[in-house]
């Protein structure tokens, strides 16, 4: 059965009927929107440089994967916590937090002397990215003129900008050094950190609903949540495979790399905000979530075929980010209907458990290709993952029901694209 409910929101979400200007912003919101641009470039800035730092750093594979694992997985835990923290110290201040923090370890990275080093500091990274992006959307909207609607398209552009920008400026300041990448990135969140702090209001104390730390845990009991949780563990596998693993076989440049993720990440942005919407108009979202995924699990599989072929590699690649951009918007979009519970709750718990499964995928991949003496089984493997997910989505159609039938807020819907990617 086709979805009549979602057809508004979804048209509102993405600034149709919303009557004000995506340009006429308070200086407040764009420097949230640019400090969000920079944000979301930290999850493909290291891709371009990964064979660099194997080779400088003189880590293996394995070892330089773990720089997406360390990130990954303190960006998930993170989730658990920073709505409790938010609602307790004011929006404007767990801004700073995450951005400082970001400034802080980025630098440190640069300056790394192994990669242990590199890794541990791409932690701490990931602990301010959490603390940021879970924040900016609900203040670019508290702040914004024009209505949600203006505020939000601003926002899904300055997500896919950065996804896009990350890989391409990895791979520019990376042909000079593998260091540039984190160094540039310290230095653009530094000048956002003092346009936060100079252009954002606090908040009111008296305004906040404080968030128990345990409301995050005690989502995952939801079955909804956790039959979507699961989908996103085993999807996210191929996300990261697709990601972290595929610049070594391609055997490119920095320069090079950078380029052919820039396409990956502008194909996620494109299908995020634009296909993703269309798609839910006329389909129940749990089945364009199992007919996409089908599709991704295809792509996977054909890289393995082609991994050998740097042109055949590529455009598995950039058709991977087109179908990638389709199923993150669906798929968080469907947690945030999936039941009654608080949106920051109910997107704490599913990111949580979803950045775990990128965690798992970077180191995995590799070793897997070393013990099969084989380039191609990692995305074959990959392909498997994103299947299971698929099963799991088919399975829990009756548990899912209400994600097809279920009206959304603007900022509902903005916010699960945020916490997807």
């Known amino acids: 059965m086709t979805s009549t409910t979602s057809k508004p929101a979804s048209a509102a979400a993405h600034g149709h009927g919303g009557g004000g200007s995506i340009l006429r912003q308070p200086k407040a919101v764009w420097a949230v929107a640019s400090a969000s641009v920079i944000a979301f470039m930290?999850?493909?800035?290291?891709?371009?440089?990964?064979?660099?730092i194997s080779k400088e750093l003189e880590a293996t594979q394995s070892e330089t994967s773990l720089l997406f694992t360390s990130y990954l997985v303190i960006t998930g835990l993170a989730m658990f916590i920073t709505s409790f923290v938010s609602s307790r110290i004011g929006a404007k201040k767990t801004l700073m937090i995450g951005l400082g923090l970001i400034v802080v370890f980025a630098a440190l990275a640069g300056l790394g002397w192994n990669?242990?080093?590199?890794?541990?500091?791409?932690?701490?990274?990931?602990?301010?990215n959490a603390f940021f992006i879970s924040t900016a959307l609900a203040t670019i909207v508290g702040a914004a003129s024009g209505g949600a609607s203006s505020a939000i398209v601003l926002y899904e552009a300055a997500l896919g900008l950065g996804i896009a920008i990350g890989p391409l400026l990895g791979g520019l300041l990376g042909s000079i050094s593998w260091r540039g990448p984190f160094f540039g990135t310290a230095v653009l969140m530094a000048i956002g950190f003092i346009a936060i702090m100079v252009m954002l209001m606090g908040d009111d104390k008296a305004t906040r609903v404080k968030t128990p730390l345990s409301a995050p845990f005690r989502a995952l009991a939801v079955p909804s949540i956790l039959t979507l949780g699961i989908t996103a563990l085993f999807y996210n596998i191929g996300f990261f495979t697709l990601l972290a693993y595929t610049p070594f076989p391609l055997g490119l440049t920095a320069l090079g790399l950078g380029f052919v993720f820039f396409g990956w990440?502008?194909?996620?942005?494109?299908?995020?905000?634009?296909?993703?919407?269309?798609?839910?108009?006329?389909?129940?979202?749990?089945?364009?979530?199992?007919?996409?995924?089908?599709?991704?699990?295809?792509?996977?599989?054909?890289?393995?075929?082609?991994?050998?072929?740097?042109?055949?590699?590529?455009?598995v690649i950039i058709v991977g980010g087109l179908l990638l951009g389709i199923v993150n918007t669906v798929l968080t979009e469907a947690v945030m209907a999936a039941s009654d519970l608080p949106r920051t709750v109910a997107s704490s718990a599913y990111s949580a458990v979803r950045f775990l499964g990128g965690a798992i995928a970077p180191p995995a991949a590799s070793a897997i290709a070393v013990a099969a003496h084989s380039a191609g089984v990692p995305m074959y493997y990959a392909a498997g993952s994103v299947v299971i997910a698929a099963i799991v989505v088919i399975l829990g159609h009756k548990v899912l029901a209400r994600v097809n039938g279920v009206e959304e807020s603007q900022v509902v819907e903005a916010e699960a694209i945020t916490l997807g990617e």
Do not use: K
């Open 42 to 52: 930290g999850i493909g800035l290291v891709d371009p440089i990964l064979p660099a």
């Open 115 to 128: 990669v242990e080093a590199v890794i541990g500091f791409r932690a701490g990274w990931g602990l301010g």
């Open 265 to 315: 990440g502008l194909g996620v942005a494109i299908t995020s905000v634009f296909v993703a919407p269309v798609l839910t108009r006329f389909l129940p979202r749990t089945r364009v979530l199992w007919i996409i995924l089908l599709l991704l699990a295809i792509d996977l599989a054909v890289g393995g075929l082609v991994i050998d072929s740097t042109l055949g590699l590529i455009l």
